[in-house]
Structures are given as structure tokens and as C-alpha cells.
């Protein structure tokens, strides 16, 4: 048990569409990471927030937006869904200055 | 090339044998993670490294930064640790962002 929860667990859009995906940390983890995983791969940065604010990007496109909120829950919006946007998203937390990070069980989306 | 590299790719074994995955990675880092996928998906932090060596139950890892080099250990292996064993390491400066490597897949034979 990590902590973090992310919701939903398995979800099926189709091209073109909009998906907003959610992630619950625990008290206290200010910062959260946003990573893609596709099928067979490692997981890929796709962007930070820390105290709300977004700090630091991966090479993703601006249709991929997020927010996170004060009672450290956070959001992964991605507009114009292609097919290529299948995969596995996975949310990470950490509480500011600790090593540890905590992950949720992820979000399989898929684009069809 | 990418910064971080995984060997073997996948790796079948027989109960009870000892296990070796082996990570390098290019780039300087403040922290080697050493994490555990099982099917699901969900992702579990087995160890986190600066420098040295760390020990829980069967499961060791140690690093070596000057040969940007970590291994993960597993002793008396058992079919409940096939998974997906992955590393993923944070670079020196900047945020927290990890780069990760694409894994092993690892399947223990009863």
C-alpha cells in the first residue's frame, strides 16, 4: 500500500477524444510526477508539480496539461487523443526532501 | 543510446537459484531507484541508493558511481518474485525527475 491512488483504473477512448486522468497522494506529498509507460518500454517523464505549479517537463506535447491541487490530488488531461497515447499512466509522490517515491497501481488507457 | 540500460532483458531461472540484474547508466546522478512491476501495472520501490550496498530480506542492491554501475540481487529466488524489475535513476541537479531503463522481466520456474 503506497498510498497514492489513481483512478480510473482501465479506461477506452476513442481518437480525438479528451481524457482526464486523477491521482490521490498522501498528506504532505507536495510534489507529484506525471510518467507514460507504453507497452514493453520504461516508464517516460512526462511532467512535475510541485506546490501546484508545474516544474519540469519531458518531450511531451502541450495537448498533455496538468494540475494539481491543495489537498494534493492532481489531474493528466490529454486533448486530441491519438492512437499512439495507449499506454499505461502512472502517478508518483514524494514528500519534499525525502528519496522516497511512492507510485500508484496506474491508469491503462486505451485509444482505439 | 539511452541513459539508462537494463541487461539482461529477460531472464528465466529456476527456483531457488540466485539472480543478477544488472543496470548502467550515463549521465551523473543524485539517486539510483531499484522498483518491482508485477503484471497489474502498479509499481513498488524496492530500494533507493546514493552509494554502497542496501539489504531487505532476499533482495540486495549496490551501486558503484564511479563505474555509474548498480546491480540488484536476489538470493533463494521464488516464483512470487516474477515481475518486471526496473531502474530508474535521478540526475544530479534540477527536479526529481526520474529516468528510467526498460526493465527485466523476470520469471521464476517452481
Known amino acids: 500500500e503506497t498510498g497514492v491512488t489513481q483512478s480510473p483504473t482501465h479506461l477506452i477512448k476513442t481518437r480525438g477524444q479528451q481524457v482526464t486522468l486523477r491521482c490521490s497522494s498522501q498528506?504532505?506529498?507536495?510534489?507529484v510526477s506525471w510518467y507514460q509507460q507504453a507497452l514493453g518500454q520504461g516508464p517516460q517523464f512526462i511532467f512535475q508539480?510541485?506546490?501546484?505549479?508545474?516544474?519540469g517537463r519531458g518531450n511531451f506535447p502541450p495537448r498533455f496539461s496538468g494540475l494539481q491541487f491543495p489537498n494534493y490530488s492532481s489531474e493528466l488531461n490529454v486533448n486530441a487523443l491519438e492512437l499512439d497515447d495507449s499506454a499505461l499512466y502512472l502517478c508518483?509522490?514524494?514528500?519534499?526532501?525525502?528519496?522516497?517515491?511512492?507510485f500508484g497501481e496506474g491508469s491503462w488507457l486505451t485509444v482505439v | 543510446k539511452n541513459e539508462v540500460e537494463q541487461s539482461p532483458q529477460n531472464l528465466t531461472a529456476q527456483e531457488g537459484e540466485f539472480i543478477t540484474i544488472n543496470c548502467s547508466y550515463s549521465?551523473?546522478?543524485?539517486?539510483l531507484h531499484w522498483l518491482q512491476q508485477h503484471p497489474g501495472g502498479g509499481i513498488v520501490s524496492l530500494f533507493m541508493l546514493s552509494s554502497g550496498k542496501k539489504k531487505h530480506g532476499r533482495l540486495i542492491a549496490t551501486i558503484n558511481i564511479q563505474e555509474k554501475h548498480s546491480s540488484l540481487h536476489i538470493t533463494a529466488s521464488h516464483p512470487r518474485d516474477s515481475a518486471v524489475y526496473i531502474c530508474?535513476?535521478?540526475?544530479?541537479?534540477?527536479?526529481?525527475?526520474?529516468?528510467f531503463g526498460t526493465g527485466t522481466r523476470l520469471t521464476i520456474i517452481p
Open positions: 508518483a509522490s514524494s514528500f519534499p526532501g525525502r528519496n522516497t517515491i511512492y
Open positions: 508539480y510541485y506546490r501546484e505549479e508545474e516544474n
Open positions: 549521465v551523473g546522478i543524485s539517486a
Open positions: 530508474a535513476v535521478r540526475p544530479n541537479f534540477g527536479n526529481e525527475k526520474l529516468t
Open positions: 498528506s504532505g506529498h507536495n510534489t
